[in-house]
Nanobody, 126 residues
Framework: QVQLVESGGGSVQAGGSLRLSCVASGYNFNRYCMGWFRQGPGKEREGVAAIDPYGGSPYYADSVKGRFTISRDIAKNTLYLQMNSPKPEDTAMYYC???????????????????WGQGTQVTVSS
């Protein structure tokens, strides 16, 4: 079955950097659109970034544009999120998700993603 396992979370100071990874298994990774989502304390889940099956056309939430970079390594079945210059407001549980590339996946709508990982916690201190 489809399995998504995130790693790389932890504590980081504002202005530092962190790279999240998501290893996918159980399906054809290079046929799915992939995304990162997050949910901070007391907040609703929000889309962070998404990417098409070929690694092109990344989409980002305005709040992370210019700071975060989404990428994928098809050979390793792995999705990444490079977080540069994180801010305290980036503190959240981060989830990776897979989509059939239907619906509004490129608008970072969670409903367009059918498979989810368990999440990895990121805490940014000032």
């Amino acid at each position: 079955q489809v399995q998504l396992v995130e790693s790389g979370g932890g504590s980081v100071q504002a202005g530092g950097s962190l790279r999240l990874s998501c290893v996918a298994s159980g399906y054809n990774f290079n046929r799915y659109c992939m995304g990162w989502f997050r949910q901070g304390p007391g907040k609703e889940r929000e889309g962070v970034a998404a990417i098409d099956p070929y690694g092109g056309s990344p989409y980002y939430a305005d709040s992370v544009k210019g700071r975060f970079t989404i990428s994928r390594d098809i050979a390793k079945n792995t999705l990444y999120l490079q977080m540069n210059s994180p801010k305290p407001e980036d503190t959240a549980m981060y989830y990776c998700a897979a989509s059939w590339c239907g619906g509004s996946w490129y608008r970072l709508h969670g409903d367009a993603f059918g498979y989810w990982g368990q999440g990895t916690q990121v805490t940014v201190s000032s």
